[in-house]
């Protein structure tokens, strides 16, 4: 006997051919589809369902499914090459906010130092003007 917990079986180019099993008590039982088509894998604590889209720089098209799992809140699971896009995406935005503080910091920096010469600026002339008076 095959004897894996689940297995699923999908044509891409007919979503409704999607199906799954899982083995229960050694016999394999059809799971149930939810009202997006899903089925979920207990096992992986994944769903799966029928996803159109783009992955790898494959165009799709209108006859052309992936299948794609999907968290228990239904949120998409990223594909590796997604996640590392993503991370990319978190990676710049970081550096882009990072870049707009130390650019906030160094204007600070130079009020701080004009404020500073004038005050300089501002003593030395009081210097000046007490020792040409004494």
């Known amino acids: ?38 089925l979920w894998c207990e096992s992986l604590g994944l769903g ?5 889209g783009t992955i790898d720089r494959e165009p799709t098209t209108d ?7 999907y968290d228990a809140t239904g949120e998409l699971v990223p ?3 997604e996640a590392a896009q993503q991370r990319l995406a978190d990676a710049q935005q970081q550096l882009s ?3 707009q503080q130390l ?4 204007r600070q920096i130079d009020q701080e130092r004009q404020q500073r ?6 003593l030395r002339q009081r210097a000046s003007i007490r020792s040409t008076f004494e």
Request: charged letters at 20%; aromatic letters at 18%.
């Open 97 to 99: 906010n990072s870049q």
């Open 63 to 69: 006859s052309c499914h992936w299948l794609r799992f």
């Open 1 to 38: 006997m095959f004897k894996t917990s689940d297995y699923f079986v999908f044509d891409p180019f007919d979503a409704s051919s999607f199906a799954g099993w899982t083995l229960v008590r050694n016999s394999y039982q059809p799971l149930q589809p939810d009202d997006r088509g899903w």
């Open 79 to 81: 594909l590796p090459e």
């Open 117 to 122: 010469e004038a005050l300089i600026t501002k």
């Open 48 to 52: 799966l369902g029928a996803w159109q």
């Open 103 to 106: 650019s906030g910091v160094q």
